[in-house]
């Protein structure tokens, strides 16, 4: 991994509490990032999205606009009865977890320890109950509660750690637009965060109702999916083609798939590597789940996704066990720290700093079928 790739700032803003609708935490962590570099600015819509964007940017380039949402599946506070704390569950984790789960609540004057009691069926939320062991007197309606687990940590070339989904992906973006500072190559890139991704994404729909989005721009959203055997960690990040709701936008997709993969041959070449192991990337439809690429879309935009995979996807450990309905695995389902790769991050970075450069002079695909046309079509004279 390089040692450009900012480990201090994935380690600190995925460790970050943050909850649909709650997501203060990651703005202010934000907004405190983005006060140190004056060639960046934000604003805000009416829902409470925020955009980044350069304030000596080229408005001849096409915008490229990278987004991520900044809220992780978690529990708020809604009613305090007592020893008895009222919390909607704001995300999607199957129901086996919620079982006696284990939780620790944030409070202005510090964490406490509590645990699940009930938790019903999401309608769109879960309203849940948990009993708390020591004093309750700290904890106001909206603190966020999440599932107790060890710290945030790096092992092995892998982030373990509370919330990769999605704050590893912003970290890279935030990340891709450190560098662009230094870039003397025209460029138009913007950053686009969302709130309340994990209840349907709320905070997606609203920009594209508010018009937050830049007319014709390139949207590439950011992502953490759950990886299987055919999109493993570690074998670099996902362009995604699409989710289990739609297909993205195919001009896109090929288009930032063209430039991985003349990336890969340029750092293959560069490091001597004869076409092996020098920019590791895949292309793949991850369908087993939806994001934000899909709403935009709908909403007309030219968008499509990337992807890192990610393991322990919304913290449960031993998903595909628990979802086959393996006794063992179901009655002792636990939440654990997600985990994603750190080459895969890095790579990730490289792709989108790429992107942001380059994607307007990427040729289209009515190019390369004129090009087949003009070598091929001899074939189509009957006098031959």
Not at 7 to 16: G, P, S
Not at 352 to 361: F, G, I, N, W
């Amino acid at each position: 991994m390089s040692e450009c790739v900012h480990t201090d700032w994935l380690l600190e803003l995925t460790a970050l509490p943050t909850a649909a609708g709650r997501e203060d935490a990651v703005i202010a962590w934000i907004e405190r990032w983005a006060s140190q570099r004056p060639e960046l600015e934000i604003t805000k819509d009416d829902a409470g999205n925020m955009v980044l964007r350069f304030t000596g940017r080229d408005d001849s380039c096409k915008v490229v606009l990278m987004t991520a949402h900044m809220d992780h599946p978690a529990f708020v506070v809604e009613q305090i009865e007592g020893d008895r704390i009222e919390m909607t569950f704001r995300g999607g984790v199957r129901d086996p977890y919620f079982v006696d789960a284990p939780i620790t609540i944030h409070t202005e004057s510090g964490d406490l320890p509590a645990t699940i009691t009930s938790a019903t069926k999401p309608d769109p939320v879960r309203k849940c109950e948990a009993s708390v062991p020591g004093d309750p007197s700290g904890i106001r309606v909206g603190d966020i509660a999440r599932w107790t687990m060890p710290r945030a940590e790096i092992t092995d070339g892998m982030l373990h750690t509370n919330a990769c989904d999605d704050l590893a992906a912003l970290c890279a973006a935030l990340e891709t637009l450190d560098r662009l500072r230094a870039s003397d190559k025209p460029h138009n890139t913007q950053l686009l965060l969302t709130r309340a991704e994990e209840v349907g994404f709320i905070g997606a729909i609203a920009a594209c109702r508010l018009g937050s989005l830049p007319e014709g721009a390139h949207v590439i959203a950011l992502e953490n999916s759950r990886a299987f055997r055919e999109s493993p960690i570690g074998a670099g990040p996902i362009v995604r083609v699409g989710d289990k709701m739609s297909t993205f936008s195919p001009s896109l997709t090929r288009a930032i798939a063209v430039l991985a993969e003349d990336h890969a041959k340029q750092r293959d070449k560069a490091d001597g590597a004869g076409g092996v192991g020098g920019f590791l990337w895949q292309r793949k439809l991850m369908a087993g789940g939806s994001c934000e690429a899909s709403v935009f879309c709908a909403y007309g935009h030219d968008a499509t996704c990337v992807c890192l995979p990610l393991g322990n996807y919304h913290n449960m450990a031993e998903l595909a066990d628990v979802e086959r309905g393996d006794e063992r695995a179901v009655s002792e389902a636990r939440c654990d720290r997600e985990y994603i790769s750190l080459d895969d991050y890095e790579g990730l970075v490289d792709l989108l700093e790429v992107c942001a450069l380059s994607l307007d002079e990427t040729p289209g695909i009515m190019s390369r079928l004129d090009k087949i046309y003009a070598d091929a079509s001899f074939v189509l004279d009957k006098s031959g």
